[in-house]
């Protein structure tokens, strides 16, 4: 079984500092929580930015220099940048985020219902977003709330809008999307090409039970304060280093090692660091 990839998924676009205290939301913050991470045992970040005010935005500058201070402090992580921002954002500002040069970039590929809200991904936008992707040789991670999220993956590689070896992340649980249960994991699993890597990202009281799954089956997991801001039950995690600490030591229980960023690298076909 392949070395397990931890991504860390920092701060997102919800959780603000009313839910925990502990969000990072300047670029300093969540490059120094990104490095705390990174020596914990993660071997990739999941970055959205805030502005001064804390909002989430995809303004390239302040992703740029959240890009930079992450890779002075860790520079073999793999830095993975969302294109999905909010609800609200438009296309284009969205794929602002493509601007920091990072090594990978989420490419979520379906509509879904996100709560009270709707994340629309139409079939234009996601084949506008694989092309900016592609034309920037950026390697994209597809991001999936929901089955059919998987078909629309593998129109675009038929598409050759998509080339290389080809990674998944399934976020599971938010309300509206797929539910977090072992049953629908193996399903989404199933549905994978072969030689397609996966990882589950369980969104709120989800997150372990789903990387231990993982972990079993396989796959790899991501953590992080943008899908669960607790450590067991009522308890606040006061870092995200803590969640991924919380996965190694569910890994090395269950027999897995943890993959660093260049074996990280080496299984997902990634290449060397882009300078």
């Known amino acids: 079984m392949e070395k397990l990839i931890i991504t860390v998924a920092v701060c997102g676009a919800e ?20 490095y705390e991470a990174y020596l914990a045992g993660a071997s990739i970040v999941h970055l959205h930015v805030r502005d001064e005010n804390g909002n989430p935005t995809q303004d390239p500058q302040i992703f740029k220099r959240t890009v930079q201070l992450i890779r002075q ?60 992707m592609k034309e920037k040789g950026i390697m994209p991670e597809f991001e999936c709330f929901d ?32 539910a977090a249960n072992a049953r629908n994991l193996v399903t989404m699993v199933d549905s994978l090409p072969p030689g397609a890597t996966w990882s589950v990202a369980g969104i709120g009281r989800h997150e372990f039970a789903m990387a231990a799954l993982a972990i079993v089956m396989g796959g790899h ?47 997902l076909q990634l290449g060397e660091r882009r300078k």
């Open 73 to 132: 402090k860790c520079p073999d992580i793999i830095v993975q940048v969302s294109t999905g921002g909010a609800v609200w954002m438009t296309p284009e500002e969205r794929l602002q985020s493509l601007e920091a040069d990072p090594d990978m970039a989420t490419l979520t590929t379906g509509t879904v219902n996100f709560g009270n809200d709707v994340f629309f991904n139409s079939m234009p936008m996601i084949e506008k977003f694989a092309l900016a």
């Open 221 to 267: 997991v991501r953590v992080g304060m943008e899908d669960n801001i607790y450590i067991e039950k009522g308890v606040l995690a006061k870092s995200n280093a803590e969640l991924v600490q919380k996965v190694v030591r569910l890994a090395r229980e269950l027999g897995r090692p943890i993959a660093t960023p260049k074996e990280a690298r080496e299984i």
């Open 147 to 178: 089955l059919g999220h998987i078909n629309n993956a593998l129109t675009l590689v038929k598409k050759n809008l998509v080339q290389g070896h080809l990674h998944f992340d399934f976020v599971m649980g938010v309300p509206g999307g797929i």
């Open 15 to 34: 959780v603000t500092r009313k839910d925990t205290p502990y969000i990072p939301i300047s670029p300093e913050e969540i490059a120094q929580q990104t």
